[in-house]
């Protein structure tokens, strides 16, 4: 199928870790799949709450070449915050309860992630007796409209297999 658009800029907001060779990873697709990177904005110094860099790079493209250029940063696990016109529309906040370090805090994390369309935009976690005991976290959730019932679903799932505790908001035509 040939492509019949013209190019388009786009912005497209990556949530990167601060290791060597990142930026040069989340750059890659772009080049890749016929984008033509026009800016990037890093600035190592400036964290989000989870301690990784927040990049903003505008590129030209065809849509279905920007579209290729995202599901190419995704599948490599690079964590796209918002895309073109994509937004998380709206903030979910969550608490979990129970050991959240023994059963694996970052498998946890990825897992929600990984099988979820959202974004962690803040994740506090408070353990008085040590990681050996009981701990609590909250997590601040940046999601998709209308998709709080398939992301608390996940939180269910997973924090059963873990043993958790989910604390939900309440929220308008909730469960």
Do not use: C, W
């Amino acid at each position: 199928m040939s492509e019949t658009h013209e190019p388009n800029t786009y912005t497209i907001r990556l949530e990167l870790v601060d290791e060597p060779g990142e930026l040069l990873r989340a750059l890659r697709p772009i080049g890749e799949k016929g984008g033509n990177l026009l800016s990037i904005f890093h600035e190592r110094g400036d964290k989000t709450p989870r301690g990784h860099i927040p990049v903003e790079v505008d590129l030209e493209a065809t849509p279905e070449r920007y579209e290729a250029i995202v599901d190419e940063l995704r599948s490599e696990g690079i964590n796209v915050i918002q895309a073109g016109t994509e937004r998380y529309s709206e903030s979910l906040t969550v608490l979990l309860s129970g050991d959240l370090v023994d059963t694996g805090l970052s498998d946890t994390l990825t897992r929600i992630r990984e099988n979820t369309n959202i974004t962690i935009s803040d994740f506090e976690l408070s353990a008085p007796q040590g990681s050996s005991d009981i701990s609590s976290g909250r997590l601040r959730l940046g999601i998709e409209e209308g998709e709080t019932e398939r992301t608390l679903s996940v939180l269910r799932e997973i924090a059963d297999e873990k043993d958790l505790q989910v604390i939900e908001p309440l929220y308008e035509g909730g469960v």
